[in-house]
């Protein structure tokens, strides 16, 4: 499949089977992670990879929809803002930009793969904090289920049309 059918035909998955991923899998899409693009190639992530069912039971805690219970994996992509680049001239943190890449890369690997993913940003920060007791430094930027898709219907996806988003300055 070429780049573009593969990120058009990922979408959000928000039911998963109980079938459990393999670890070999997870690796796979972790390494394609790892090798994202950052600002000044700083690197400012860490991912928590959550499969034992006690510790996913706590982190349900932090997001309350029952669709994320489904899930056997989730993984907890947390910024490491001490180490983030930050532009001079205002002092912008490029943190969330550079795990944005880094989540991009992770969610179009695991649907490479067969497998479902969804980005989770609504979810209670301050617990999810201390049940990985986090330094302030680090900033839990998103939870990622991940897990093979309960079934195969895909939402439609509503995007804007492509001369609303382009504009040629030659």
Known sequence: ???????ASRFSVRNFSSRS??????????????????????????????TQSET????????????FKTAPVCIVVVGNHSQSWKRKPDDKDYCDVDIAIAIDHLT???????LGSCWVCN??????RQLFNFAPHLEPIALIP?????????????????DEIVTWIE
């Open 21 to 50: 991923v393999e670890k070999e899998k997870l690796e796979y899409i972790l390494k394609v992670a790892q090798i994202a693009p950052s600002a000044v190639n700083f690197q400012p992530w860490h991912f928590y990879i959550i």
């Open 1 to 7: 499949m070429n780049f573009l059918n593969l990120a």
């Open 108 to 114: 179009l690997a695991a649907h490479d793969l067969g």
């Open 123 to 128: 979810f209670n920060l301050e617990k999810c």
């Open 146 to 162: 991940i897990g093979y898709p309960a079934d195969e219907t895909k939402p439609e996806k509503k995007r804007k049309k492509f």
């Open 56 to 67: 996913l039971e706590k982190l349900h805690a932090c997001y309350h929809r029952e669709w």
